[in-house]
């Protein structure tokens, strides 16, 4: 029976407990400052005692890629010398850091973002295939803008040997491990998904097939980084798909490839359900009607969505998406336990993890090996001093996602929920995310 305060070997890292900030967005880009922004968002994790920090979403080419604005790139090798300021940070509390590779794909801003389309109108986005029909409708009809480029044989092999080269990259800035991001609708799971994937090579048909790309960012990865670096990544279940997509991954599909990933070498899988399209299935919870509403990101809105009509469409179908996908405590627990029953590599849990009974409950059972949360951090930077301090514990986050929304304009993943802000204050006053190293 596996406790919080348990170690936990991954891929021959120690974990020095099972608590871990899953992948945000920081925000912090590539700027002079982006070093300090990190920094400062991260550090505070590891000094309240988290075991483990992956670090959000980094895309590993110069142009293109991004899902939203404020991403880090991580193709510069000077640039990511420079992260070594981070790593000693977090390593200094005894914490270990990971850095998580991305590419968005098909999801990328040159899709979705009509300001970015305009300052970069030579930019395509790198597909798997051709669009599906359901994405070529909305491309019609204005939602969305597809130009796409569909990667040759050869150009998805270069594209894994950048998957590769980044994590060289960070291991050398004294990163612990590479997280591939293989869920969330970016390119790996859209390599994985037969929604996106209608290839004809070797990258395409069957479930193997279609998993052979992340199996060769593994290969990739290892060839540059070693065999004692941990390489883990997400794993995706498209069981939030709408009932018109046929094809898609389900609850079998997700556990066979966890299977398969656990044989091909990865040291860790993140079990995750989801959608086929970038929608309300990630965040689960409330709708954000206070960030619709805030005049500050209004602006900002219409340049990314094109203009104040769209910016409320886009509002609208948030609206209707909230209602279909309710908050859900542990959303990713049976997912996570029926690989647990089936891998011998450590599974991690994420998504609607909230209060330290049910992070018990889920390891003692056996179905995770550590629990990750993400959105609570925004509210509270210093959570792990009171998850791991206190058997009744719970997080400060409502779950009312207007940390996310104002996202899409380039401003940062914090919380702006009144009665969550002065739940924090309360708990610094009361000493609660103090903690000794």
């Known amino acids: 029976m ?6 936990l070997d991954v891929g021959g890292v120690e974990l020095p407990n099972r608590l871990y900030r899953a992948p945000l ?27 483990l920090i992956c670090q959000g979403a980094t895309v590993v080419r110069e142009r293109g890629g991004c899902a939203a604005p404020g991403m880090t790139r991580v193709h510069d090798p000077s640039f990511v010398a420079d ?9 200094a509390h005894g914490s270990r850091i990971f850095v998580q590779l991305e590419h968005g794909g098909l999801r990328s801003m040159e899709t979705w973002h009509a300001g970015y389309r305009a300052a970069n109108p030579d930019l395509r986005q790198l597909a798997v295939s051709r669009p599906p029909a359901v994405l070529r409708a909305l491309d019609r009809a204005g939602f969305l803008e597809y130009d796409p480029h569909v990667l040759t044989t050869a150009e998805v092999h270069d594209l894994a040997a950048d998957f590769g080269r980044c994590a060289a990259y960070a ?20 390599f994985l998904s037969p929604f996106y994937n209608r290839r004809d090579d070797e990258f395409g048909g069957s479930r193997a097939a279609r998993a052979r790309f992340l199996e060769l960012v593994h290969d990739e990865v290892r060839e540059r980084v070693g065999p004692d670096v941990p390489v883990m990544t997400k794993v995706p ?58 005049d500050r990101f209004r602006e900002g809105y219409e340049t990314a969505f094109g203009s104040r009509l769209r910016a409320l469409g886009v509002a609208a179908l948030n609206w209707l998406q909230s209602l279909q996908y309710d908050f859900e405590p542990a959303w990713n627990r049976r997912f996570a336990r029926r690989v647990s029953e089936r891998v011998a590599v450590p599974v991690l849990a994420e998504g609607g993890i909230r209060e330290r009974p049910q992070i018990d409950r889920l390891l003692a059972a056996g179905d ?3 629990v990750g949360m993400g959105r609570p951090f925004y509210a509270e930077p210093r959570l792990p001093a009171r998850i791991l301090d206190a058997e009744e514990a719970a997080v400060a986050c409502e779950n009312c996602n207007n940390c996310t929304v104002p996202q899409a304009t380039g401003a940062a993943g914090v919380c702006r929920t009144p ?13 609660a995310y103090e903690r000794e190293e």
């Not at 967005?25 to 309240?48: F, H, K, R, S």
């Open 171 to 190: 291991v050398d800035a004294g990163y612990d491990g590479v997280h591939v991001a293989g869920a969330n609708m970016g390119i790996v799971q859209q």
């Open 2 to 7: 596996a406790e919080l305060e348990d170690p």
């Open 237 to 294: 279940a498209e069981t939030a798909a709408p009932a018109f997509v046929r094809r898609h991954l389900t609850l079998d599909d997700g556990v066979a490839l966890c299977e398969r990933l656990a044989d091909a070498g990865f040291d860790a899988v993140v079990p995750v359900q989801c959608s086929v399209f970038w929608d309300a299935s990630i965040v689960r919870g409330e709708f954000p009607g206070r960030a619709w509403r805030d």
């Open 83 to 91: 992260l070594e300021r981070l790593t000693e940070a977090v390593h």
């Open 419 to 431: 009665s969550v802000l002065a739940k924090r204050g309360e708990l610094r006053r009361e000493g």
């Open 25 to 51: 967005l920081e925000c912090a880009g590539n700027g002079p400052d982006a070093v300090e922004t990190l920094i400062a968002d991260l550090e505070p994790a590891a000094a309240a005692g988290a075991g």
């Open 368 to 370: 995770c090996d550590a």
